[in-house]
C-alpha cells in the first residue's frame, strides 16, 4: 500500500509505532487534547454544548485537571459559571449534594479509544505497517491491552505473541498514560519528522 492510499487513521496509527509509550494513549491523548481545545477556542458559547455539560454536572476530576492546563481562564470560567449558576446552585438550594454524573471528554475518550482499537486492525493487516508495529512500537499500557482484547480478540490474538518482548514505559504502562503534555509532543512529532526526513536522504 502506497503512502498516498493510506487513510489518516493510518498515518496517525504509524506516527504513533514510534511514540516512546503506549502508542494508543498517544493518538487518544492527542484527539482528545485537540477536542478540549476545540471547545475552549470555537464553542463555549455554544448552548446546546454548554447544555449537555451542565446536565452531566460537568466534568470529572481528571478531565477538570487537564482542562486547566490550557490556561484559558477565559473560555474556562465561562463554562464553570454555566455549571455553577445553573446546575450546582440550585441543586444546594434542594439541600441536593450535585455530582458529576458523567464527562463528555470520558465519553469522548472512549469514542476514540474504539475508532483507533478497530482501525488498527486493518493496519496491521498491511505487512509493512505490521512490521513497522513489531520493529518500533512500545509495548500497550496494561488497560488499553485489556481494551484491546475484549474489543478486537482477533486483533489481540494477532499481536499478543510480540507484548512481551515490547519496550514499556513505567508507571504509564500499568496505569495508562498522564494527560496530554504539548511541548513534549511537539518535540515528539518534530523528532520523528527529521527522522523521516533523514531516511528520505
Known amino acids: ?59 470529572c476530576e481528571e478531565h477538570s485537571l487537564q482542562l486547566f492546563s490550557f490556561n484559558d481562564l477565559l473560555g474556562i470560567s465561562i ?50 505497517s505490521f512490521e513497522l508495529w513489531k520493529e518500533n512500537a512500545y509495548d500497550f499500557c496494561q488497560p488499553h491491552k485489556e481494551l484491546i482484547k475484549n474489543t478486537a480478540p482477533n486483533l489481540y490474538k494477532k499481536i499478543e505473541p510480540f507484548l512481551n518482548t515490547k519496550k514499556r514505559k513505567y508507571p504509564e504502562y500499568i496505569y495508562k498514560a498522564f494527560p496530554w503534555d504539548r511541548d513534549f509532543a511537539e518535540l515528539f512529532l518534530k523528532k520523528l519528522q527529521m527522522m523521516r526526513y533523514n531516511k528520505i536522504k
Open 1 to 59: 500500500m502506497e503512502k498516498n492510499n493510506k487513510s489518516l487513521l493510518h498515518l496517525s496509527w504509524e506516527t504513533a509505532f514510534f511514540w516512546e509509550g503506549c502508542p494508543l494513549c498517544f493518538l487518544v491523548q492527542k484527539s482528545l487534547r485537540s477536542y478540549m481545545e476545540n471547545i475552549l477556542y470555537e464553542s463555549v458559547n455554544d448552548p446546546s454544548l454548554r447544555k449537555e455539560i451542565r446536565e452531566k454536572g460537568g466534568f
Open 79 to 128: 463554562i464553570y459559571e454555566d455549571i455553577i449558576k445553573n446546575y450546582t446552585l440550585p441543586n444546594l438550594r434542594k439541600k441536593i449534594i450535585a455530582n458529576n454524573i458523567s464527562c463528555i471528554f470520558c465519553e469522548k475518550e472512549k469514542e476514540y479509544e474504539r475508532l483507533y482499537i478497530l482501525a488498527l486492525e486493518e493496519v496491521l493487516r498491511n505487512k509493512d
